[in-house]
């Protein structure tokens, strides 16, 4: 069961360590590829929480938003194949703000292509998103071992 269980978190953290990977190797001086198609993306998401909240979000350098994403997603990941509820909350952080960012599915007519595309990718999400809190609750309802309690020791008289 021990082995079943390392194992299924080897394969769900290496979505994020392969996407890590990936990331990091193709990162240059502006942030690489990932930052230049993120840019759009978070200008419309700085534009759609300013219209319905009223908060104005800070102005962020891609670059430096997609090596946060990459540090939370490596770190994250390895974290996890330990057993790390760490590791799972960083993974949790990460999937928090990328997810609504990257798979914008409320700015296109639900007619359109892309509509369908972005929220087949936002529900993938969302469902790791649920599976890392169904970890982060199955390991807290654990409870510790606690240790052995020593037999007392029998008075001679």
């Known amino acids: 069961m021990a082995f079943a269980s ?13 996407s890590a990977y990936q990331d990091f190797n193709a990162y240059g001086v502006g942030g690489g590829p990932a930052a230049k198609a993120l840019r759009p ?7 759609q929480v300013h219209s319905q909240v009223g908060f104005q979000l800070p102005e962020i ?9 990459i540090t939370l997603k490596g770190f994250g990941g ?10 799972a ?3 949790l952080l990460h999937q928090m703000i990328a997810t609504p960012i ?14 369908i595309q972005h929220f ?17 609750g199955m390991k807290n309802s654990i409870p510790r071992r606690q ?11």
């Not at 993306?41 to 534009?47: E, M, N, S």
């Not at 990257?102 to 509509?115: I, T, V």
């Not at 999400?125 to 599976?131: D, E, H």
């Open 78 to 87: 390895i974290l996890f194949i330990f057993g790390s509820s760490f590791g």
């Open 6 to 18: 390392f194992l299924g978190r080897v394969l769900f953290a290496s979505v994020f360590i392969l």
């Open 61 to 69: 350098d891609m670059k430096y938003l997609v090596a946060a994403a």
């Open 147 to 157: 240790p052995k309690k020593k037999a007392p020791k029998t008075k001679t008289y």
């Open 89 to 91: 909350v960083l993974l």
């Open 102 to 115: 990257l798979y914008d599915f409320y700015n296109y007519d639900s007619e359109d292509k892309e509509f």
């Open 120 to 136: 087949i990718k936002f529900t993938q999400n969302m469902a790791l998103f649920g599976a890392l809190l169904f970890f982060i």
């Open 41 to 47: 993306k978070f200008d419309a998401f700085i534009h």
